[in-house]
């Protein structure tokens, strides 16, 4: 048996179970003991109903662990082996896959709706019924079985909790400016929310190879570590029309590229309000499903023929991916250590879920 922070009802705390029994992994799945979690905003909005859940479910998508046993027929990792959990699995062979856009993998998009894995179901209960997963990894567990395409094997030294940022966080963040925007050298840059993800899109900006980096927030500390990340201005939403002051900034042009990555429907707005003429806006953040965005379709878009582009998974190809990013890590030029505000226990996930509300950290991580 093993312990897992449970998603019981919309709005509620997760519960820490202690009774969790975790099947052998089937064909082509791993079983994976987890070393370390970040909690996600995205955790957080499954939570409070912006994404949809069907509880009781296992929290946590952002994870990294070692491999503890194989299903048949996999191949790519063995026992013992550091992998990232993917939580987009990214099959090869769906029409995406085949595309070179793995990130949109139809198999994987099918396990997300379903709350299991790539068969739809489940590989965990607790007091005898079945518990789903999230994203088809459940990183809020001390074990957790995924897909094989699911995990990627990264190098022993790099620490389990650097490595579970880059799972979800900083592939997204970095692969939103590297990946899915087309930066072009001493490109202006702006980003609206400066949280653990939109501090990945400015470094990944940085390296990208952006000018002038604006960073947006309404919290005076995101706005500095934001620097410290390669931010070269700043700008407090909560003092003023961010649109006019990035405006202001740019001779009335607006950014090259703008990101919004919160999920919210008027910063969506003012993140291609931002966007200069030709240029590119890139939503990251995940919205509620009801929200609706409009635009002027004349003034707005045809007459400015700005490119909106929508932004899952930082367009990342996990494979490639993972190990350009541990690279980068290890020469310096990605913080990841730096994103680290607080390990925490399992036991203390709703703590972090607050601790992001009050938007004191860039991430938690638990460590198990
Ligand atoms: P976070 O809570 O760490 O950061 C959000 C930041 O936005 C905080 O720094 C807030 O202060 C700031 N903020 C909030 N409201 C405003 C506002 N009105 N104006 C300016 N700043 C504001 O979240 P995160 O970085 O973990 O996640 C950000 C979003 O990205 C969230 O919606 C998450 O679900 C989404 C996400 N998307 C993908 C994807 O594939 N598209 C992957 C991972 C996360
Ligand atoms: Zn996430």
Redesign the pocket.
């Known amino acids: 048996m093993s312990k897992a922070a449970v998603m019981v009802g919309q709005n509620q705390p997760l519960v820490i179970r202690e009774d969790i029994e975790v099947e052998a992994p089937h064909a082509n799945e791993v079983k994976v003991r987890m070393g370390a979690s970040g909690v ?3 955790d ?2 499954m939570l409070n109903g ?2 949809f859940a069907m509880p009781p479910i296992v929290l946590g998508h952002e994870g990294a662990g070692v491999v503890e046993e194989i299903g048949e027929g996999v191949t790519t990792v063995k026992v013992g082996d550091h992998v990232v959990i993917s939580w987009v699995p990214q099959c090869g062979t769906c029409f995406f896959c085949e595309r070179d856009q793995g990130y949109l993998c139809e198999n994987a998009m099918a396990a997300l709706a379903s709350g299991g894995l790539l068969d739809g179901t489940p590989r965990m209960t607790s007091d005898g019924k079945p518990l789903m997963q999230m994203a088809a990894s459940g990183t809020f567990s001390e074990v957790s079985i995924v897909p094989e395409s699911g995990v990627v094997k990264f190098d022993d030294d790099v620490d389990m909790r650097v490595a579970a940022l880059i799972g ?2 900083v592939l ?2 970095t692969g ?1 400016a590297m990946n899915t925007a087309n930066i072009r050298k001493g490109d202006t840059i702006a980003v ?8 990945n899109v400015i470094q990944g900006a940085r390296i990208a190879g952006a000018g002038e980096i604006i960073a ?4 005076e500390t ?1 706005l500095q570590m934001a620097k410290e990340f390669g931010a070269t201005a700043s700008v407090n ?2 003092q003023g029309d ?1 649109v006019a002051q990035v405006m202001e900034m740019t001779a009335g042009r607006g950014a090259d590229v703008a990101f919004e ?4 429907g ?2 969506i707005e ?1 993140t291609i309000g931002m966007t200069r003429r030709g240029g590119q806006s890139i939503l ?4 509620k499903m009801d929200v609706m965005v409009t635009l002027p379709a004349f003034l707005g878009l045809v007459l400015s023929e700005k490119t909106i582009k ?5 367009s990342s190809n996990v494979q490639k991916d993972v190990p350009k990013l541990v690279k980068l890590y290890k020469s310096g030029e990605l913080k990841l250590d730096e994103l680290i505000s607080r390990t925490i226990a399992l036991e203390e996930v709703n703590e972090a879920f607050d601790a ?2 009050t ?1 004191e ?3 938690s991580v638990i460590k198990y």
């Open positions: 996600c905003h995205s957080l909005s912006t994404m979800c966080g997204t963040g939103a609206i929310g400066c949280g653990g993800v939109g501090l947006i927030d309404m919290n995101k939403a909560a961010p990555v919160i999920g919210l008027s910063t003012q990251v953040g995940v919205p929508g932004c899952w998974y930082g992001m509300e938007g950290v860039a991430r």
